[in-house]
């Protein structure tokens, strides 16, 4: 498979060029990074730590498009939306990572993908996918009678609040207790805002350090509550799950798919 890295400079981009560097079903072809930045004409490898491997980071969409099988993106939204776009184009697949669209980026990002092999996911990691299977059946069990709160924190570089990862929580809980995110979502507390309301699913944001990134989804009733919590320790689940996702999609007919689908987490629902 010949992949290419979108955001190949990046904290992810510079792990997934790691990972499939060392995959022997993967050639990395190439590294993309926005105009005027300072990696463009480097070696990947040298800005991934693994030494040279041949493959200079370019701004040229369309010659690393045309040279991949699969585009792994991991940089903007407005970026990924415009490579989807190329990628769709010249039909080739592609893997996005990347999150904080709007709910109109995202509505449009998906249309595109529907005309090629198109992957999303705002989180690649088997345990974070596994979180959204466990939310969704512990707020079906539960019901109405819990108050849920989500609770995200990340490294003070993040620039998307909430994380994608905590949205995502916070839609497959809405959807199991059959409510409108949109109208129920609370996102942060400040003033006299009143009493909970039952129906409220909150949404709160840290941010600090080099946090990689937690989830807490708390389900709290009189007398007792349930949280479901994951860490991250370093990138590298969500870096091998993008690999992992790029060499599942490759050989998928044309279509619209997400990390469950990788990780076989859709065939019980
Ligand atoms: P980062 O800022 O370290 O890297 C993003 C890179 O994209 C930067 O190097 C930037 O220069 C580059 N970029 C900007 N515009 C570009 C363009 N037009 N073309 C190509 N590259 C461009 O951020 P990061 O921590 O690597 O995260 C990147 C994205 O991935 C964020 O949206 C983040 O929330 C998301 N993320 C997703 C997962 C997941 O599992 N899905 C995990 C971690 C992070």
Known sequence: MKIAVSGAAGRMGRRIIAFAHEHPAAEIVGAL??????????DVGELAGIGTIGVSVTDDVDKVVAACDVLVDFSTPEASLAHAKAAAS?????????TGFSPTQKDEILDVGRSTRFLMAPNMSMGVNLLFDLVDRVARALGDEYDVEIVESH??????????????????????????LSSVGVYGRKGMVGERTPQEIGVMALRGGDIVGEHTVMFATNGERVELIHRAHSRDAFAK????????????PVGVYDMQDVLGLKADK
């Not at 990074?33 to 480097?42: D, M, R, T, V």
């Not at 994608?164 to 409108?180: F, H, P, S, W, Y």
């Open 33 to 42: 990074e926005n105009e005027g930045n300072p990696s463009l004409g480097k």
């Open 90 to 98: 010249a039909g080739k697949a592609i893997v996005v990572g990347t």
């Open 155 to 180: 490294h003070r570089l993040k620039k998307d609040a909430p994380s994608g990862t905590a949205v995502k929580l916070a839609e497959v809980i809405a959807q199991a207790l059959g409510r409108d």
């Open 241 to 252: 799950g993008a690999l992992q996702a790029a060499l599942w999609l490759v050989s998928r």
